[in-house]
């Protein structure tokens, strides 16, 4: 390009993705983005990866966004392809993703005269469809706007506004000169050095929660969220809790926050809890629980019981813009930075000394604390039964033989379905901020695709994709994405032949019929050698060790259909709760 050669519309797109430090944008192509995708190519810094689908693209630009802690980037023709995006705009609106939707419309000279795939208001009006999926909806129809409008776009797309944007660009706007090489040269900086946004702590309140509780002869456990599970904020609460030897548990969407193999961690707490963390939290015997990051949702908050409440102090910390559903939980929400709170707490920690006698007050209770299961031993010992008389693998074994084998900082990216709680629930985290799941809407294959984007985010890291046969047939057909890439994941897939979940309630009680939640015994690995993907079976757990091996040997993606069966999961406590609700 000459030093007075233009910049068009598309150009100038890219060229603000590329000063916030996007290097991958995820895509179908289509006539309508054609100037957009000349421009992603005449850019050496941000690779184009083009999905199978555009709900795969946008839950892989999800999974980027989690991993890099940046936004996502997904693109797409308008009409059909936006409306292939909503499933994916959902699951990140659910989970507070921020993430950047670009639509190529038709002409803006053939808007509503009955054009082909015309998604305008004269058409379909697709911005009125996304328009409760994202914060910004925005139609760039003039050339002159193109850099207030991509501001506007992105200024809320980072972790502490927690966005989503939809911009739609007619197809001849798109290809409209706008700027110089020569002005884009004088730009003062590059954004991306100043996109680092942190909520501030409260101080007061954290002063105060040291003075009453932490510095005290007290029983205090944490409850940590979503909004505290990434690599940074883990690292600080760590320190945090071995400083006031304070035992952490998670909800299912904080997983990931904290070692869960520690001995000052509780584990999951709600959907799929772990023993020890339903018997400390609902307990009347703690002083105060301290929850940071979350909503406490019906998931987290073990479908709103009683127990989380009764006969304690509940704090909650919490940095969401957004006002979670929480009437049913008589306490008011501190408004305080996740991360920032829990660096202040540590520097507290050192400048403030911690009352002797009540460390070792707390550090003896702690102690008993680690002394209580972390699994529940009657259902251990019932499922042991029910697998031996079953000679398909059980998942829960073959859960705790891949969290033996695979290395601890490995992204371990899991989907919806029996499998998830099998996961949340013997996977014990390394605290390494390195667990993903879309927890609030969790549709069936997020998994598969955002597993893409969360390897392309981080490809230092092994990473690996936890999914069922369900999954599978809802967006198995990503994988040849992956292959097409080169991308190496592990795709561990436990085929059931069922939709497992609801086929327990269709055997156990009988509420629906099996006929609904039964699946053919399909060939996961033939599927996946016929789209290029190695593939192995494995019918006995001891093969997994050598399954595993072959796969860290391999470059691009790797497929392993593990045989197992339909088993009850492991989600006493929660089940119990809903019912007595």
């Not at 995006?85 to 190529?104: K, S, W």
């Not at 009955?114 to 379909?124: H, K, L, M, S, V």
């Not at 946004?197 to 940590?224: G, H, I, M, T, W």
């Not at 909650?316 to 929400?333: N, T, V, W, Y």
Request: a negative charge; charged letters at 20%; one cysteine or more.
């Amino acid at each position: 390009m000459g030093s007075n050669a233009s910049l068009n519309v598309s150009k100038m797109v890219v060229k603000s993705l590329e000063s916030a430090g996007i290097d991958h944008v995820f895509l179908v192509p289509g006539k309508l983005i054609y100037p957009l995708l000349d421009a992603i190519d005449d850019t050496p810094s941000i690779r184009g990866i083009v999905g199978a689908h555009e709900t795969g693209s946008a839950f892989m630009a999800d999974g980027y966004a989690r991993a890099s802690r940046k936004f996502g980037v997904c693109a797409g023709i308008s009409g059909p392809g936006t409306m292939n995006f909503v499933p994916g705009m959902a699951a990140a609106q659910a989970d507070r993703i921020p993430m950047l939707y670009i639509a190529g419309g038709i002409s803006s000279r053939a808007e509503g005269k009955g054009a082909f795939q015309d998604a305008t208001a004269g058409g379909i009006f697709e911005s009125g469809v996304v328009s409760s999926l994202v914060k910004d909806v925005i139609e760039l129809k003039n050339k002159d706007n193109v850099q207030a409008e991509m501001r506007r776009a992105t200024d809320g797309l980072n972790w502490m506004r927690r966005g989503q944007s939809f911009m739609s660009i007619p197809v001849d706007i798109q290809k409209q000169d706008v700027l110089s090489s020569q002005d884009v040269a004088r730009q003062p900086y590059d954004q991306g050095e100043f996109n680092a946004c942190e909520v501030p702590a409260n101080r007061a309140a954290l002063e105060a929660l040291c003075d009453r509780y932490l510095l005290q002869s007290k029983k205090v456990a944490f409850l940590v969220g979503s909004r505290g599970n990434d690599a940074e904020t883990a690292k600080v609460l760590l320190e945090v809790a071995e400083k006031f030897r304070v035992p952490v548990a998670t909800t299912l969407s904080g997983k990931g926050a904290f070692p869960e193999d520690h001995d000052l961690a509780l584990g999951v707490y709600g959907f799929s809890s772990h023993s020890r963390a339903a018997r400390v939290i609902n307990s009347d015997e703690l002083d105060v629980l301290v929850v940071f990051g979350s909503d406490l949702n019906q998931r987290d908050s073990m479908n709103w019981s009683r127990k989380l409440t009764e006969g304690k102090e509940l704090l909650i910390f919490d940095d969401s813009f957004d006002l979670p559903a929480m009437g049913h939980i008589e306490r008011q929400r501190i408004f305080s930075g996740i991360r920032a709170s829990f660096r202040l707490l540590a520097k507290h920690a050192d400048t403030h000394a911690v009352d002797l006698a009540a460390l070792a007050t707390r550090r003896a209770w702690a102690a008993e604390v680690h002394r209580i299961p972390l699994y529940d031993h009657q259902f251990e010992q019932l499922a042991a039964r029910v697998s031996d008389d079953d000679p398909s693998l059980y998942p829960g074994d073959v859960v705790k033989r891949l969290c033996r084998l695979l290395p601890k900082n490995s992204n371990i990216v899991v989907d919806s379905g029996a499998h998830r709680i099998y996961m949340a629930h013997y996977w014990l985290s390394s605290g390494m901020g390195n667990y993903f799941s879309s927890s609030s809407l969790a549709p069936m294959g997020w998994a598969i695709a955002a597993g893409i984007g969360v390897k392309l985010a981080a490809p230092e890291r092994p990473c690996v994709v936890v999914t069922g046969d369900g999954c599978m047939m809802m967006h198995g057909m990503e994988i040849q994405t992956a292959a097409r890439y080169r991308v190496k994941i592990i795709y561990v897939v436990l085929n059931n032949s069922a939709h497992g979940a609801i086929h327990i309630d269709a055997i156990s009680n009988g509420s629906i019929s099996e006929q609904f939640t039964r699946l053919p015994r399909h060939s996961w690995t033939a599927f996946a050698s016929s789209l290029g993907v190695t593939a192995r079976r494995v019918e006995r757990l001891d093969d997994l060790d050598d399954v595993l091996e072959e796969a860290s040997q391999r470059d691009g993606p790797f497929l392993i259909e593990v045989m197992t069966g339909v088993f009850p999961t492991p989600n006493r406590y929660y089940a119990e709760a809903a019912a007595s609700f």
